[in-house]
Structure formats: C-alpha cells, structure tokens
C-alpha cells in the first residue's frame, strides 16, 4: 500500500513524525492489521498526546484486538481532547472538529462500553451520538436493547421500532422476539 510506504520513508528521515505515525497506523487500521495499528498508533500519541485521531483509530484498533478497556481509554482520551482549550485540533486531517465527528468517537466509545456491559455509559454516548446527526440504525437498537434490559419495555420497543425504520438489519429481530403486542 502506497501510504504504508510513503510514511516509512517519512520515518526513516524523522523518525519523531507523529502525522507519519498516525497516517501509516490508519493504513494498517484500513488494511485490518490492527496489531501493527496499534504500535504505530500508540507511538503518534506517545509523540503527540493531543491527537484525536490517534487515540480514536488507537481506540478501533484495541477494539477489534478485543481489548474493551484499552478502547474505552482511548476513546474518553479523544473526547477529552476535544474539550480541551485546543485552539487547532486535528481529526482525521480536517482543520475542523464538528459534533459529527465527536459523535463517532462517542458512538465507538458506546459499543466497546456495552460489550463489557457498562450500559449506562453506552446509553450516554448512543443519545449524544443520535442528538448530534451520527444517526446509525444501531444506536436506535442498542438504546432499545438497554431499555428493555433496564425495564422500560414501553421505551425499548419504541427505540426498536424506529431502528427498524432506519434500516438496522438486526432490529426486526430483537422487535418480535421483545415487543410482542
């Protein structure tokens, strides 16, 4: 892959580069070589702590490593960045770091959250994820699936239904098997 070799090469003349780091880790990340994204990743915010795309792809990268807690880390790292009195922050080589944005670090941070059954941190992130436009039909089925799991049966089948209105694949499934009325 051109990048992998383009930030090699970057490398090999500086070897403090962290956007170097950063762009090869993302190219492994792309390549689903999670193991080499992490180390590459781990050394761009070891050089730059500030970087959000950084611990966000490091945060994916433990995330598929089935490593929950290291992702959770990562990704309360980057939402801790973004309320920082940064006056450039950097995300995904944009000069401009919107709600959008943040919404996909919270809704990473939401899953690896409900995969180890912290739901009501999940909660949290999903609704943020939902309010600021980063509407996947999953969040409509985890928030579902938390509410029903909470007791709220009235409200999960409501956030059920209106995943299955925005095309999760999944949802239809949960909504027969919970919301039978």
């Known amino acids: 892959m051109r990048g992998i070799k383009n930030a090699s090469s970057a490398l090999r003349i500086n070897s403090n580069l962290s956007e ?12 689903q070589n999670f193991s080499k994204a992490k180390e590459d990743l781990r050394t761009a ?10 611990h966000y ?3 994916r990268s433990y995330y598929f490593l089935e490593n ?6 990562c990704f309360n790292k980057a939402v801790r960045i973004k309320g ?5 922050i950097e995300y995904f080589n944009k000069d401009i770091f919107n709600d959008v944005a943040m919404a ?3 809704y990473s941070r939401a899953i690896a959250n409900y995969q180890i059954n912290n739901y009501n941190d999940a909660l949290v992130d999903f609704l943020f994820s ?7 039909p999953d969040c409509y089925s985890y928030i579902g699936l938390i509410a029903i799991g909470k007791g709220n049966k009235e409200m999960g089948c409501k956030y059920l239904k209106m995943a299955v209105e925005n095309g999760s694949p999944d949802a239809g499934k949960y909504l027969s098997q919970e919301c039978k009325n």
């Open 20 to 31: 170097s780091y950063l762009i090869r880790g993302r190219c492994f990340y792309g390549i």
């Open 45 to 54: 915010v070891k050089i730059d702590s500030l970087s959000i795309g950084g």
């Open 57 to 59: 792809y490091l945060g």
């Open 68 to 73: 929950d807690d290291s992702a959770i880390y």
């Open 84 to 88: 920082s009195d940064s006056i450039y």
């Open 104 to 106: 996909e670090i919270r």
């Open 130 to 136: 939902i309010n600021a436009g980063y509407n996947k």
